[in-house]
């Protein structure tokens, strides 16, 4: 028992000496980027969900609206909802290179292009900004992993 709750406290006493190394500041930046997610997302993607065809497949709605509603929570724990805007810049940054450029290059635009790219780009340029990256590398790859038994 005595073993658990000092390793608890242990614990809880690195996870808020990696929190105090993110200054305030960064930290409401995070809030700022996060409560962005939340209004982009709702005034764009909440339209499509409420009024669509019964067949629309709704892929990219849905997972747009899980995003934006993991970013809620964001607003309350930024530093723990951290991998959902390492999520935003994967994925943006995927589409950019895999699709992105090379339509560009190449001509061959869809009608929706312009719209996406200036959106994409932005998330592109955003995220590795907000993003604390002394605390990831901290937090996310030198913290000892969890057990795995």
Request: proline content about 6%; aromatic content about 10%.
């Amino acid at each position: 028992m005595a073993i658990a709750s000092l390793a608890a406290a242990e614990s809880t006493s690195e996870t808020v000496a990696a929190t105090c190394d993110v200054s305030l500041a960064r930290v409401y930046v995070l809030r700022a980027t996060y409560l962005l997610l939340v209004v982009g997302l709702g005034t764009s993607i909440a339209p499509q969900l409420i009024d669509h065809a019964p067949s629309a497949r709704g892929v990219i709605s849905s997972l747009l609206t899980a995003v934006g509603l993991l970013a809620l929570i964001g607003l309350k724990h930024p530093l723990q909802m951290l991998p959902l805007l390492m999520f935003e810049l994967a994925w943006k940054a995927i589409w950019l290179f895999a699709f992105g450029i090379p339509q560009w290059s190449g001509g061959s635009m869809p009608a929706t292009f312009a719209e996406d790219f200036r959106n994409i780009v932005f998330g592109v340029i955003l995220m590795p900004i907000v993003i604390p990256w002394r605390y990831v590398y901290r937090r996310y790859v030198r913290q000892p992993a969890e057990r795995w038994r």
